[in-house]
């Protein structure tokens, strides 16, 4: 990409290395959005978790023994080397080592960072040293976060045509750039090798590139 965008820009590949740091941003930003989606998942795969725990409760398992049930339909649904799998046996070997069921979903809670994760975790740990109605309690958490991953997926689907838009202006301006070098190579000579020729590419450049961060920015929609 940096070599494209030297050579339309400036006629030279050399730039390149002067434009290497917006490598490591790009990096950064692909790292983030890949968090994004596997903490996304990892809710989803959560809530499935509970809705199994829930059912098993229902049939008089354990808390204990309900988890271990729920893994069995986790391994059914997504596989046994995906993440809520990978999680929920950590968690049961630890428990099967006499540590605190309420303490281990704690830690996990803390450790994803995830706010429904952690909301259940709390209440979990409370309903567990008081008495409470813990059936109630996941089965209402499964269906919040069920109620959130529903509106997510609709403001997904309802901005996805934007997202496509704005994909589709972000690659625009180098493809009327690599048009014209190609076809009429004559009519933007004078933008290349030359201190004005270079000012000018540079400002439309930042422009681009800060439309494009404005653009991610109001489509990116987190509940």
Same mark, same amino acid.
Request: charged residues 25%; without cysteine; positive net charge.
């Given at each position: 990409m940096l070599l494209v965008v030297s050579f339309l820009f400036y006629d030279s590949f050399l730039?390149?290395? $002067?434009l290497s740091?917006? /490598?490591?941003m790009y990096l950064r930003r692909k790292a983030l959005?890949?968090?994004?989606?596997?903490?996304?998942?990892l809710v989803?795969?959560?809530?499935?978790?509970?809705?199994?725990?829930?059912?098993? $409760?229902?049939?008089?398992?354990?808390?204990?023994?309900?988890?271990?049930e729920a893994v069995k339909e986790l391994m059914t649904l997504y596989g046994s080397q995906s993440a809520?799998?990978?999680c929920f046996e950590k968690m049961l070997r630890r428990i099967k080592n006499n540590e605190n069921i309420e303490d281990v979903l704690s830690e996990f809670a803390i450790k994803t960072q995830i706010e429904d994760i952690m909301y259940f975790a709390d209440v979990f740990g409370y309903?567990?040293?008081?008495?409470?109605? /813990?059936?109630?309690?996941?089965?209402?958490?499964?269906?919040?976060?069920?109620?959130?991953?529903e509106v997510d997926a609709q403001i997904q689907t309802a901005?996805?045509?934007?997202?496509?838009?704005?994909?589709?202006?972000a690659v625009m301006p180098f493809g009327i750039l690599g048009y014209?070098? $190609?076809?009429?190579?004559e009519f933007i000579d004078t933008l290349y090798h030359n201190v004005i020729g270079v000012i000018f590419m540079s400002v439309c450049l930042v422009i681009i590139g800060c439309m494009n961060v404005v653009a991610r920015r109001i489509v990116n929609i987190e509940i």
């Open positions: 730039v390149a290395l $002067l740091p917006y /490598l490591v959005e890949k968090n994004s989606k596997e903490r996304r998942q989803t795969q959560f809530k499935d978790g509970m809705v199994a725990v829930s059912f098993a $409760l229902n049939a008089g398992y354990s808390i204990e023994n309900s988890f271990r809520i799998v990978v309903a567990k040293r008081s008495g409470g109605d /813990l059936i109630s309690i996941i089965k209402n958490t499964a269906s919040t976060i069920r109620d959130k991953i901005i996805s045509g934007k997202k496509m838009e704005s994909a589709v202006m014209m070098k $190609l076809s009429s190579p």
